[in-house]
């Protein structure tokens, strides 16, 4: 019934349902119910999220023929963001199928954008797996598309990582790195700690429930800084 729900929602029907069913396991319920949080979906979050970025990228390669590589990374990191996959997920209702343990369920989880949109690059990464490239790219359009076609009209807010690498780009740094500089607690209820450096400088830190949230508050961090400093 879950798997019949959910691809009606994502408009694939996939052989084998399996693929489908871990994608939509969050690493709560995989410990609360399976007994191991390592049967939640985080292994094919990690394949998504690679192949979201390489479907967008040709995707926009495509529709902006005349544009030129910095916009086509500014447009990216906008419509790839955790906010946009995330409220784009819900907007469908993937984030009714997905699997939460009891605590997650309790604390709203379901409407978490984290944990939403890394549900969404899961499931992009069982559809590639079952169907190959052509499918995935199907479903990031279906996602995406409304999207896409804000951020290419400029109503699409960025995010805090779009918005120091465009600071980046705009001022001459060269290097924005992130680093996971801790991990805290048990697998099931994990908490993760970045920093950003630009040039080498740590210029802000941040922490949250999943390494691209604890990132994005580290991009937040330094653009405080800058903000208050106005020079690295």
Request: hydrophobic share 40%.
């Given at each position: ?46 394949l ?33 963001c ?65 999207t896409?076609?804000?951020a ?65 508050q ?15």
């Amino acid at each position: 019934m879950l798997c019949t729900e959910a691809e009606k929602i994502i408009g694939y029907e996939f052989k084998d349902k399996s693929l489908l069913e871990t994608a939509l396991t969050h690493s709560s319920y995989a410990n609360d119910y399976l007994g191991d949080s390592r049967k939640g979906n985080e292994r094919l979050e990690f394949l998504g999220d690679a192949v979201l970025d390489a479907v967008m990228a040709l995707v926009l390669y495509r529709r902006f023929p005349d544009r030129d590589e910095g916009y086509l990374t500014k447009i990216r990191a906008e419509i790839v963001c955790e906010k946009a996959l995330g409220e784009a997920a819900i907007a469908l209702g993937l984030n009714e199928m997905i699997l939460l343990g009891k605590g997650e369920e309790a604390k709203g989880g379901r409407t978490r954008l984290s944990i939403v949109s890394d549900a969404a690059e899961a499931v992009i990464a069982a559809v590639y797996l079952d169907g190959g490239a052509e499918a995935a790219t199907a479903l990031v359009k279906r996602l995406l598309e409304p999207t896409l076609e804000a951020a290419a009209a400029g109503a699409l807010p960025s995010d805090y990582k779009t918005e120091l690498q465009i600071y980046c780009q705009k001022h001459g740094h060269q290097t924005i790195k992130y680093e996971i500089i801790a991990e805290h607690g048990p697998d099931h209820d994990k908490s993760f700690s970045a920093q950003v450096c630009v040039d080498g400088k740590v210029l802000g830190t941040g922490e949250g429930h999943t390494k691209k949230q604890a990132q994005i508050q580290a991009a937040r961090s330094a653009l405080v800084y800058l903000e208050e400093n106005g020079v690295l």
